[in-house]
């Protein structure tokens, strides 16, 4: 990437489409922009325009964006045309053609992230409002897109700064007569409240990533206790191969489904007994590595089928009985036919209910991995510097440390390491 260059890409979906947006970011914006549209228009307001100046292209809105105030920070303009792939395609090669570049993915927000538009934390908000699915997902990007964690960690970021000016003026003008030695009484407390209210933060990023990531639901059983039937009923398609015969299924097969708003996956796991089958084996291995990582594990059992699979207390555990038709397995919280459908709203309010109970509440702002190691680098940085007051050099130092785990969050600090990946997951055009 070049930050120097003017870029341009198609930012709306692939054409054909009712409309095709064209986004344009760099110093060359302007000239680029008369040279293909005329006179530029009044900044921020939709004119419509023909486009194309020696030979008509299409006829279209066009924006014009000045510097500071755009999505980059730099002069942007954007053309709403047909979206037409002949048409698109030759306003691209125009723009090209007198000077422009064509954007490299995720190009135009790493452009309003070094301009300092978007922090990184806001940048992955938006990365997730791009993929969210469901109403939770939407809810808990935008918050995050809309600066939520960014204005926290600015606030935990002055007190750090406020603790930090207060033992180092200490330990650079201890000899001024107008600096006590001593630090105050509250300086413990004020840092005990600050470690607080980061860990009450890192607390809430199992529901954050409930919502992003979505509830996992292991269906778990021996074979042929109807786990693939029951998937394909619940997810209303024919998704796993079902047959009469033991361990068809090898693999952990993931489905998302959406329930009120909330995304769960569902997961087909092999049957889980003792065979000789080193496939199966395997599957039978990662079945039970997915069952102990799951959110909620339906525990099915079939009238024809025979198991001695312990049944879990855990109130995240559903015990299922499958093949209502055939019969009613005794001991079970629910009965289902997957052929008829009988029982799978109940099945499904009850999966809703417990899902509920994860994910409810305001959208948490924290709910990726990188959230949870800044945040614990932090807290333990700050349960270092409680421990060290009695020798201010080193809580300084350890303020100094739990500064930097915020600032790497947020981007301020050793961005680049994650800088390339974050921006290669966004589309062309963002």
């Not at 005990?192 to 199992?206: F, Y």
């Not at 000789?276 to 039978?284: R, T």
């Not at 333990?380 to 510097?385: H, Q, R």
Request: proline fraction near 4%.
């Amino acid at each position: 990437m070049m930050s120097g260059d003017t870029i341009v890409a198609l930012s709306s979906g692939a054409p054909p489409s009712g409309v095709a947006v064209i986004r344009l970011s760099g110093p060359q914006t302007g000239p680029l922009l008369q040279a293909v549209a005329g006179a530029l228009p009044e900044p921020r307001k939709l004119t419509l325009r023909a486009i194309g100046q020696e030979s008509l292209l299409d006829r279209g809105l066009v924006a014009w964006f000045p510097a500071p105030h755009s999505f980059t920070g730099e002069d942007c303009a954007e053309l709403q045309v047909h979206g037409s792939p002949a048409g698109v395609r030759a306003i691209l090669k125009l723009l090209v053609s007198k000077g422009a570049r064509l954007a490299e993915a995720g190009e135009f927000t790493r452009r309003a992230f070094e301009n300092g538009k978007l922090d990184l934390v806001e940048i992955e908000g938006l990365g997730d409002l791009l993929e969210a699915e469901t109403e939770n997902q939407r809810r808990q990007a935008l918050a995050r897109f809309e600066g939520g964690l960014s204005q926290r960690i600015d606030a935990w970021r002055d007190q750090l700064l406020d603790l930090r000016a207060e033992i180092e003026a200490r330990l650079d003008f201890s000899d001024e007569g107008d600096v006590d030695e001593a630090l105050p009484e509250s300086f413990g407390q004020s840092i005990a409240a600050l470690r607080a209210d980061i860990g009450n933060a890192l607390a809430s990023i199992e529901h954050g990533r409930i919502v992003r990531e979505g509830i996992r639901v292991a269906l778990a059983g021996p074979p042929n206790a109807g786990k693939s039937s029951l998937l394909n009923a619940l997810a209303k398609s024919d998704i796993a191969i079902v047959t009469d015969e033991a361990g068809t299924t090898r693999d952990v097969r993931e489905v998302p489904l959406d329930i009120g708003g909330q995304l769960y996956v569902l997961l087909d796991l092999a049957g889980l007994r003792d065979t000789e089958s080193k496939a199966e084996a395997e599957g039978v291995r990662r079945a039970r590595r997915a069952i102990e990582q799951a959110d909620i594990v339906l525990w099915l059992a079939a009238p024809d089928v025979v198991s001695d699979e312990p049944t879990s207390q855990s109130p995240t555990h559903i015990r299922v009985g499958t093949k209502l038709d055939l019969g009613v397995v005794a001991g079970v919280d629910i009965a289902v036919s997957a052929q008829s459908g009988l029982g799978l709203d109940t099945l499904l309010q009850r999966i809703e209910a417990i899902g509920s109970s994860l994910s409810s509440g305001e959208p948490a702002l924290l709910s990726r991995e990188r959230d949870r190691l800044a945040l614990e680098a932090a807290t333990g940085a700050l349960d270092a510097a409680g421990l060290q007051l009695a020798v201010p050099e080193l809580a300084a130092e350890s303020l100094r440390i739990a500064s930097q785990a915020l600032e790497r969050l947020v981007g301020r600090l050793d961005a680049e390491r994650v800088l390339d990946r974050l921006f290669a997951s966004f589309c062309i055009g963002k």
